[in-house]
Nanobody
């Protein structure tokens, strides 16, 4: 199991930026693909972004392409989500996820490990 702890959420005005962090522990971080998901009130959890263990592959939901950037620092066991040009519709609880499989785990939306989530609220 990998333990994941998100941080960096908060309240921001539309057009602003936030950077989320997710610190991992428990297993060898560099062996895991990482992803970010979000869940807005009354909606299902949805995929936001993913990055493979070796930095080679990354993927984004269409709704965040060009605005969000996922990155990782394997030396710090941390994955980041830089969010720019935020919109009110980006308001959600953001979850970090880890899985050994980039496609069948993270991209499929069925990772083995989840964080507890961090709230992001974008005001108009």
């Amino acid at each position: 199991q990998v333990q994941l702890v998100e941080s960096g959420g908060g309240l921001v005005q539309a057009g602003g930026s936030l950077r989320l962090s997710c610190a991992a522990s428990g297993r060898t971080f560099s062996n895991y693909a990482m992803g970010w998901f979000r869940q807005a009130p009354g909606q299902e959890r949805e995929f936001v972004a993913a990055i493979s263990w070796n930095f080679v592959s990354s993927s984004y939901a269409d709704s965040v392409k060009g605005r969000f950037t996922i990155s990782r620092d394997n030396a710090k066991n941390t994955v980041y989500l830089q969010m720019n040009s935020l919109k009110p519709e980006d308001t959600a609880v953001y979850y970090c996820a880890a899985d050994r499989n980039y496609r069948s785990g993270i991209l499929a939306g069925t990772p083995d490990n989840w964080g507890q989530g961090t709230q992001v609220t974008v005001s108009s």
